[in-house]
């Protein structure tokens, strides 16, 4: 797909995809996560269109979207301005109801958490990635002998790819010389479902190694109080390889509102299960209608 508009913020552009317009309906923005682009979307953004203006857009390092080259360039502060930037653009004065999955997810529990952004959410849905300050606090809380203590290694053990990115040369040449090639195929043996290879496959996974490096221990180490103003939808795959659904069991400690919804899928649901995954957003944005805003 073609992006409809470009948001430029400093140096980076952002390419955004539209389907509808702000008088199709209330607003969905959809952010995509690691190693993929905003086509992941491509089936659930469809399927809203018939009552949402749905909008989506490239990461920062990803799809069409500008690639910056330093670390710093891919904190969570600088992901959630171009947030706010795609939002000023394609839905100005708008409340949207905001959806995240994987590292979409994970900065996007920084939007909803944090003023000035969360004033222009309404409803949050988030699939596959949790917030690392909650993670940081769960990690505190129970790293300690017996069941607790079991669970916490369980998850380390899930994320030992976050390891492998953190060494230096190691997954930027393994994406440069297999993953960016074989990509399809390892989406298919780990989830079952079939996926067309994005000619930018291996770029995408070679610059979003970046938002571990720039960001995972900080986050870990010294997590901050994140509480959430809006309703939060969590939607839990329950076949899930990377994110174990123990990493959300003192949700309710930061989120008042709160709906748990678990789907018999894997990580990459968006792909698998696209008509489960739009009713449950579409349902959630019903039950928090935002009014229009007026006309001038």
Known sequence: ????????????????????????GPTVALV???????RVWDAIADKLAAQFHVVAYDVRGAGASSAPTRRQDYA??????????????AAPGRKVHLVGHDWGSIQCW????????????????????PCLD?????????????????????????????????LPGLAPAAWKLALGKHWATVLKRLEGTAVDLSPTQADDGRNG?????????????????????????????????????????????????LRRRAIDAGHWLLLSHPDKVARCIAEWADEHAVPRPKAR
């Open 110 to 129: 920084e939007g909803v958490t944090t003023v000035p952004l969360s004033a222009r959410i309404a409803t949050y849905t988030s699939i596959s990635g």
């Open 76 to 89: 969570i502060k600088e992901l959630m301005a171009d947030l706010g930037a795609v939002l000023d653009a």
């Open 1 to 24: 797909m073609t992006p409809t508009r470009t948001v430029t913020r400093g140096p980076v552009e952002l390419a955004v995809y539209e389907r509808g317009t702000v008088e199709s």
């Open 134 to 166: 909650h993670v940081g606090y769960w990690l505190r809380d129970n790293a300690k002998p017996g069941w607790r203590g079991r669970q916490v290694l369980k998850q380390l053990l899930r994320s030992w790819y976050i390891v492998a990115f953190q």
């Open 209 to 257: 190694i970046q938002l571990y490096r720039a960001n995972i221990l900080k986050k870990l180490l010294k997590p901050e109080p994140r509480h959430a103003a809006v309703p939060v939808q969590l939607i839990i795959p329950l076949r899930d390889r990377f994110v174990g659904p123990e990493v959300f069991e003192s949700l309710p400690r930061w989120v008042p509102t």
């Open 32 to 38: 995509h996560g690691y190693p993929d682009s905003a």
